[in-house]
C-alpha cells in the first residue's frame, strides 16, 4: 500500500453542538474526526454516515455532490469496499455560516497498490 497526503477536502456535516469558536466545539468536532476514522476503517459506513446531518452533503473531490445520508453511506460504503484506509482526519479551517459551522480539513488515507 502507499500513502497519500490528498488535501482540501470539504466536509460539510453538522454536530450535535451549537456553534461557537470554543475550544468545547471543536473538541467535540475532533471526537467526531476520531470517531469517523475508526468506525471508517472497521468498514462501518452505517456509523460513519450516523455522524453527518441527515441532510447533508458530502463533496469529494472530483466526482458529484453526495446528498442525504443514505447515498453518503453508500459512498463511503464503496470506498472502504474499495481497500481505502483512513490514517487521520483533521482540522484546517471552522468558518461560520449562520448557525452552521463548515469544516474544511485534510485528510492522509492508504490505498492497495
Known sequence: MRSIFLAALV??????VAYSQTSAT??????????????????????VAQIY??????????D???EGRANIQAFWQGASGA???LTSL?????TP???LLVETGKYVTTIPA
Open 11 to 16: 466536509i460539510v456535516a453538522s454536530t450535535a
Open 26 to 47: 471543536r473538541k467535540a468536532i475532533e471526537a467526531n474526526l476520531k470517531t469517523f476514522v475508526e468506525e471508517f476503517n472497521k468498514g462501518n459506513a452505517a456509523a
Open 53 to 62: 446531518a441527515a441532510d447533508a452533503k458530502l463533496l469529494p473531490p472530483n
Open 64 to 66: 458529484k455532490i453526495v
Open 83 to 85: 481497500g481505502l484506509k
Open 90 to 94: 483533521s482540522i484546517t479551517t471552522l
Open 97 to 99: 455560516a449562520g448557525n
